[in-house]
């Protein structure tokens, strides 16, 4: 038998348009880069102007167009503008990341409702209004693909960050219902929720290390931005809804907290990342870790 594997089909991204939200930095950043190594031009989107044209230069530095549009996703008329824009200067987008987020480690009870809103508006309301300002575009065209960056947190409790999980399991839930809702629809247009636990970002604020600025996160189970980005794209290029980057890595506590829930036994320490336990005991005091 030949040892020659099957070639790899044509990738369904190069020389077509995304549009990501959240593209200054961390997730959205690795994912605009990425998808410019596969050929696709980039609407890069973000709240953070400075943060916003130096990823534009990167994208450019690896050959595809580019454009930089200040957004603040929580307003329906600039992710509109956005939409505009990219059609504008770069053509009708195939793929729209509905990326951009914030996180708060706070316990429930000392999250502000200024918290609360903020999250949720981003978090929320930041997927809410890509899909009312692109969907329908896609779906007249009957093409396309759309992202919505989620978390592990949209399939499992973190503690102290009740804001946070509360808008992604939101993400979550209203990604699968789109893609049964898509599917029923013709197919022609997919739709993928990417669930990352992990992942080196400034999401959780930043330290210094020998004078330079890193991620927060130094768990060594925390993922470099652009690992999650391959993932994602692979994913996306595939059809492949659910994409959990972290896999196995979490799945014994996705399992536990099916069984706890099915069974109608309260939640444990099974069911929750012992990495986010102790990041929750260091920042609040309280002990998750107790048994």
């Not at 692109?134 to 592990?152: D, K, Y």
């Not at 669930?195 to 996160?217: F, H, N, Y």
Request: with cysteine; glycine share 10%; proline share 4%.
């Amino acid at each position: 038998m030949s040892s020659i594997p099957p070639p790899r089909q044509p990738s369904r991204l190069s020389g077509r348009v995304a549009v990501i939200t959240g593209a200054g930095g961390g997730i959205g950043l690795a994912l605009a880069l990425e998808a410019a190594r596969r050929g696709m031009d980039i609407a890069l989107a973000d709240i953070g102007e400075e943060a916003l044209q130096a990823a534009k230069a990167q994208v450019e530095a690896l050959g595809v167009r580019a454009i930089a549009v200040r957004t603040d996703v929580r307003d329906l008329t600039a992710v509109e503008a956005l939409r505009d824009e990219t059609a504008s200067q770069l053509g009708e987008p195939w793929l729209v990341i509905n990326n951009a987020g914030v996180a708060k480690i706070a316990l429930a009870w000392e999250t502000s409702e200024a918290d609360w809103r903020r999250l949720l508006d981003i978090n929320v309301w930041g997927v809410v209004n890509g899909l009312l300002a692109f969907l329908p575009g896609l779906r007249s065209r009957q093409s396309g693909h759309i992202l919505n960056t989620a978390s592990v947190g949209g399939l499992l409790a973190m503690p102290a960050n009740a804001a946070y999980v509360a808008s992604k399991h939101a993400v979550v839930g209203l990604s699968e219902t789109l893609f049964r809702e898509l599917e029923a629809d013709g197919g022609a247009v997919g739709v993928s929720v990417l669930c990352p636990a992990l992942v080196k970002t400034a999401i959780a604020g930043t330290r210094k290390v020998d004078g330079k600025t890193v991620s927060a996160i130094d768990s060594p189970h925390a993922m470099e931005p652009g690992d999650v980005a391959r993932i994602a794209l692979d994913a996306v290029d595939l059809g492949q809804f659910w994409i959990l980057t972290h896999g196995e890595g979490i799945a014994a506590y996705m399992r536990a907290r099916l069984e706890q829930m099915i069974c109608q036994h309260n939640p444990d320490k099974t069911s929750v990342d012992r990495a986010i336990l102790e990041t929750a005991t260091s920042a609040t005091g309280l002990d998750f870790l107790r048994d």
